[in-house]
């Protein structure tokens, strides 16, 4: 899954939540069953999540939504091999960028 976000510092949750097509609750819920995601909260108590959290949704999103992890499942895993799994993750997000401007290229010729 490629997710559009553009590059800055923080994110608010609504903007997380639009990049990986769930509603704002289901942020909340990882939010409260993962450890590794950990957003900043300002005075008012907004979240905002960092780029890291943001690299962390994305391994979620890869283990339950397009693997079929259960939560606990991915929570195992994560557990067992983080950084197997962000490194994979990381190949997987490069190729989708090559992907990405070839069919572009692809579309110009």
Known sequence: ????LPEKRYYKI???AKA????TSHI???EKEFAIIKPKKNAK???LFTQEDIKNFKLIYNLV???????EGAKQKLKKNPQGI??????ITRLESVKAELLKIKNSL
């Open 45 to 47: 108590g907004n979240r």
């Open 20 to 23: 990986f097509n769930v509603n």
């Open 14 to 16: 609504g903007e997380v």
């Open 28 to 30: 909340r819920f990882w």
């Open 65 to 71: 939504k397009e693997r079929g992890f259960t939560l």
């Open 1 to 4: 899954m490629h997710i559009d």
């Open 86 to 91: 962000f490194n994979n993750q990381e190949i």
